[in-house]
C-alpha cells in the first residue's frame, strides 16, 4: 500500500504577491493565512511562469514554460500527453482531486485528477484565441475591460461568489469523506478559487473591513499614455482603456473591492482547514496563485505584464519536515512539480525531463536555487513573444517587438527606473542577454504561437457551425450511491458514513 503525505493545495487567482511579502501585509485582514503562514516556509520572491489564467495554470501544472505546454494564451489547448503534478502523484498511489478553477483548455478537463469536483468557471473552447495578424483587434466578448474598475462595489452574490462558494463546500465534503477512510490511499486534493480575480465586487461584510485602509492609493502614478513603455500601452488598448474615464475614486473602490475579496478567500480557506483539522487528518498544505494583479500601481490593471505587481505571487509550504522561515530567494510556480514530487518519494529521475521547475526543498533549507527563474508571454496585448529573467537583484524583459527593460529590484523594488539604456549596467544587461539567447529561439517561438493561433481560429469556427458540443467540465454525481438507497444496508450506511465513529 503507497504511504506518503496528503496534499492540501490552495490555489488563488490573480492574487498580487507585492502584497504578500512575508505572509501577508499587515493591514491585510487574513487570520488563517496569517495563522498558515507561522507555519510555513514563505517564498517572498516567487514567479508566475506566464502571467496569464490558464498559461500561468498549465506551467504550474505541468512544471513546464508555455513554449513547452503550448498552452500560450486563454484559448490555447492543453495536451493530454503532458505530465502534471496530478499524473506524477496519481501513478504513485495518491488519490487526485481537484475543486475549483484551473482553465484547462481542450477536451481533456482532467489532466491527472481522478475526480474533479465542479465545473470550471472559464470556458474550455478556442473563442479567446489571439490573433497576432491583427494586433490591433480586441476580443470584444475577452472578458477584460476597464469596467471592472468602474463598475467596482458591494454585492451579496455575483456570478464569482456563486462559484467559489461552490468550490469551498465541495472541498469540505470531499475532506469529510476523505476522513471516513474508505480509500486507504493518500491524498492530493487541489482548491482553486477563482477570487480575489476582477470584478471588484465584495460582500458587505468584507468591504467594510478596508473602509479606512491605508493602501487605497497605489505606490506609483500613471505616468500618462506617452510615458508608458510600448508593451503597457498595448495592454491599455486590449482593455479598452478609450472607453472608459477612471477616477481617483475609481481606483481606491476597486483596491477595496480587492482587498475585500482577499478577506473572503481567507474566511474560505479558514473554513477548509477547520474541516481538516476537526477530521483530524494531517496534509502538507501549499498556498499559491497563478499570477498577479497590478491594481492600477503605474496606471494598469489587471494582469498580462512582467511587472511584479502582475507577475509576483505568494507561495508558502507547511509541511512538518520544513521549518518556518522567510525565502528570498526568487523561485518559480514550476517549481512546485518537482517539490510535490520530492515529498512524495517519487524518483526525480523520472520528473526531471518533463519540467522546467527545480524541487524547493534545498532552497527552503538555504540552498540557492541553481538557475535563474524564466517567464514567458505571448498573448493578449502582446505582437510577439515576451520573455522575463529574474536572477539575484536583476530581473530582465525581452521582445524583438520592444527596448529591453533592465530593473535592479534591490534598489528600485518599484521598477521605476529602466536600466538597459545606462552604460553603468552594459555588463549587466549583455550577460542578461547572453542567457535569454541561450535559452530561447524567440524567432522559433513567435513562429509556434502564429501556428497555433491560425489552426484555432480555423478549428473554433468550424466547431461553431452546425450541432455544438462543449468541453466544459460536467462534474457528475451518483445519486444512486448517495445518502440512504434501498440497494444500501442503512446500519452499513449510517457506521461507515459517521466520523468518528464510537464517540
Known sequence: MTTGPNFLIFMVDQLNGTLFPDGPAEWLHCPNLRRLA??????????????????GRASFMAGQLPSRTRVYDNAAEFASDIPTFAHHLRRAGWHTVLSGKMHFVGPDQLHGFEERLTTDIYPADFGWTPDWRH??????????????????????????????????????????DLARGHDPRPWCLTVSFTHPHDPYVARRRYWDLYEDCEALEPR??????????????????????????????????????????????????????AILEATRQDAVILFVSDHGDMLGERGLWFKMSFYEGSSRVPLMIAAPELSPARIDTPVSTMDVLPTLAEMAGVDLGTVRPWTDG??????????????????????????????????????????????????????????????????????????????????WDIAAFDAAVRESQARRLVVYEALRNGAYYPWDFQPLQKASERYMRNHLDLNDLEERQRFPRGE
Not at 507561522?38 to 498559461?55: D, E
Not at 452574490?157 to 472541498?171: G, P, R, S
Open 38 to 55: 507561522a507555519r510555513s516556509v514563505r517564498f517572498a520572491n516567487a514567479y508566475t511562469a506566464s502571467p496569464l489564467c490558464a498559461p
Open 135 to 176: 494586433p490591433d483587434q480586441r476580443i470584444d466578448w475577452w472578458y477584460h475591460n476597464l469596467g471592472s474598475v468602474t463598475g467596482a462595489g458591494v454585492a451579496e452574490i455575483t456570478n464569482q461568489l456563486e462559484y467559489d462558494d461552490e468550490v469551498a463546500f465541495h472541498a469540505g465534503q470531499r475532506l469529510y
Open 220 to 273: 506609483v502614478p500613471d505616468p500618462g499614455w506617452e510615458a508608458q513603455d510600448p508593451h503597457s500601452r498595448r495592454l491599455l488598448e486590449a482593455c479598452d482603456w478609450r472607453r472608459f474615464e477612471i477616477t481617483d475614486r475609481d481606483v481606491r473602490r476597486a483596491r477595496q473591492g480587492y482587498f475585500a475579496n482577499i478577506s473572503y478567500i481567507d474566511d474560505k480557506i479558514g473554513e477548509i482547514l
Open 358 to 439: 527545480q524541487s524547493l526543498l534545498p532552497v527552503a533549507a538555504g540552498a540557492a536555487r541553481g538557475a535563474p527563474v524564466f517567464m514567458e508571454y505571448a498573448a493578449e496585448g502582446s505582437v510577439a513573444p515576451m520573455v522575463a529573467v529574474r536572477e539575484g537583484r536583476w530581473k530582465f524583459v525581452h521582445t524583438p517587438a520592444d527596448p529591453d527593460q533592465l530593473f535592479d529590484l534591490a534598489a528600485d523594488p518599484d521598477e521605476r527606473r529602466n536600466l538597459a539604456d545606462d552604460p553603468a549596467h552594459a555588463g549587466t544587461l549583455a550577460a542578461m542577454r547572453e542567457t535569454v539567447a541561450a535559452r
